[in-house]
């Protein structure tokens, strides 16, 4: 029973610190952390893109090599990294200079969390899809993919 | 032998008529497919190329095409733009073949709101997957603020739009111009009274030639090899 709830203790305690380990991330470490998805994400989807408006002749093993590489870097939750107090990069910072993200990243948190669960979902359509080898529907689901992104830019990214 | 004058008289050449009605169907598609996003950008990148090449066609004939399409025969001093809209709203009759002073002046502001909004979408890029094909050339900081002076540019076009439409919709129903009309047949009913001006139509030649090199020099500037 002791040792029951020495390790009841320690998970708690454990459970508490990665909460706080989060809410007290550096700001200019989640900035850094959440461009660095986000370009990574950028540099798996624009060949994909520029396929789907036939800019680019269609490869379709480069298409499915994105495809699965976007929708794993998308797992990794990007929308953790938008901690209380990154609206701002930090004065001085050598890393994370600037941020486009709005503040209604902080002050719409729901209406942030559908646009972004919005584009996990035609992200995962996109997978979908190039694993199904349907041209088409690879196309079709890279545009939807585009239109999502925009969306939540539209909405959350600071107009400049 | 009838010696009254003529009751209609031809204001606008076909390629001013062309020009007009293509560049309202093509910013309608560019705001469409930029609102749409996704893979609608191909269309809106190709609707912006076509509009360059109008706009700068558009432009030359402002300088060498037919009297009412000259820049040179609508752009007035202020003075003449100030009593032209004093009369305006007084209804005072006035008899311009062409634009009228207040046109005029909006068919230069629209034109050049329309080339930033054109010529910024070249370098402009979405943080998504479209580039403009002159990103390459620019910074990324540049690009940005060009972006969103595009996004900015295209609120005035709007409001500049909203405006150009009011003041037809007022000629129509204030003073009983129909001038959308005038926009399709070229021909504008002669107000008794009116002195006639003689008008000149350049060849339809030339203007082809000159709407076939602007799309040359757009199609040279947006297709260099990657």
Redesign the interface.
């Known amino acids: 029973m002791k040792n029951f709830l020495k390790l009841g203790t320690a998970l708690a305690l454990a459970a508490g610190m990665s909460t706080i380990a989060y809410a007290q991330m550096k700001p200019e470490d989640a900035i850094r952390a959440r461009q660095s998805i986000m370009r990574v994400n950028a540099i798996n989807f624009g060949p994909i893109s520029a396929m789907a408006q036939e800019k680019i002749p269609f490869n379709k093993d480069v298409f499915v090599a994105n495809a699965l590489r976007l929708e794993s870097v998308w797992a990794m939750g990007v929308i953790r990294f938008f901690v209380p107090g990154s609206d701002k990069p930090v004065a001085g910072a050598r890393i994370a200079v600037f941020t486009d993200a709005n503040g209604e990243i902080w002050s719409q948190p729901e209406k942030f969390k559908a646009a972004y669960d919005k584009a996990g979902q035609e992200i995962g359509k996109l997978a979908q899809a190039a694993r199904s080898s349907d041209e088409k529907a690879m196309k079709a689901a890279a545009g939807d993919v585009g239109k999502a992104c925009k969306a939540c830019h539209d909405d959350f990214q600071v107009k400049k | 032998m009838d010696e009254r004058p003529p009751q209609s008289v031809r204001v606008w050449d076909l390629p001013v008529r062309v020009f007009h009605w293509l560049l309202v169907f093509l910013m309608t598609t560019s705001v469409v497919t930029g609102v749409?996003?996704?893979?609608?950008?191909?269309w809106h990148m190709r609707s912006g190329y076509a509009i360059l090449a109008l706009v700068l066609f558009r432009i030359v004939w402002g300088l060498v095409g037919s009297t009412t399409a000259r820049f040179t025969d609508f752009l007035y001093s202020p003075g003449r733009v100030i009593a032209f809209a004093k009369g305006l709203f007084l209804r005072r009759p006035a008899h311009y073949p062409g634009h009228n002073p207040l046109g005029g002046w909006m068919v230069l502001v629209l034109l050049l709101a329309v080339l930033f909004q054109a010529g910024s979408g070249l370098f402009a890029n979405?943080?998504?997957?479209?580039e403009g094909p002159l990103y390459r050339y620019i910074s990324k900081d540049l690009s940005?603020?060009l972006?969103?002076w595009h996004?900015l540019n295209i609120k005035i076009l709007y409001g500049l739009v909203a405006l150009h439409v009011v003041a037809v919709i007022y000629h129509w129903l204030g003073r009983g111009e129909n001038l959308v009309r005038a926009m399709f047949t070229g021909i504008k009913a002669r107000s008794p009274g009116a002195p006639i001006i003689a008008l000149r139509f350049s060849s339809l030649w030339l203007a082809l030639g000159l709407f076939v090199a602007s799309a040359i020099a757009v199609w040279l500037l947006v297709s260099q090899p990657i």
């Open positions: 749409v996003g996704g893979n609608a950008m191909v979405d943080d998504i997957s479209t940005d603020r972006t969103g996004k």
